[in-house]
């Protein structure tokens, strides 16, 4: 499986935005996928999963309320709708593929190269 993150972007306090991951493989469906984001001098942190099915979803605290992951497996995709965005949002985002809807990224066996997502005061 081959993932490739988009849609980051500059946004302003309180805005939103849609990140996407579009995979490749015949067996993307099968894969949980989650979203994990790294700012500069941090850990990489978990922000949310969602289940093979779409079905399930898990969300960081910090994020609960304002984020919604979403998947389309007939088109090999997987999107997080941000809105509220905050300054501490600021980071890479990278989807990854695994088993199951983990909060640890070692769970998640296929990564996708981050996309930006700067959030202004």
């Known amino acids: 499986v081959q993932l490739q993150a988009s849609g980051g972007g500059l946004v302003q306090t309180g805005g939103s935005l849609r990140v996407s991951c579009a995979a490749s493989?015949?067996?993307?469906?099968?894969?949980?996928v989650g979203w994990f984001r790294q700012a500069p001098g941090k850990e990489r942190e978990f922000v949310a999963a969602?289940?093979?099915?779409?079905?399930?979803?898990d969300y960081a605290d910090y994020v609960k309320g304002r984020f919604t992951i979403s998947r389309d497996n007939a088109k090999n995709m997987v999107y997080m709708q941000m809105n509220s965005l905050k300054p501490e949002d600021t980071a890479v985002y990278y989807c990854?593929?695994?088993?199951?809807?983990?909060?640890?990224?070692?769970?998640?066996?296929?990564w996708g190269q981050g996309t930006q997502v700067t959030v202004s005061s």
């Open positions: 990854a593929a695994g088993w199951t809807t983990a909060t640890m990224a070692h769970m998640y066996d296929y």
């Open positions: 493989g015949r067996t993307f469906s099968r894969y949980a």
């Open positions: 969602i289940t093979w099915s779409g079905v399930g979803t």
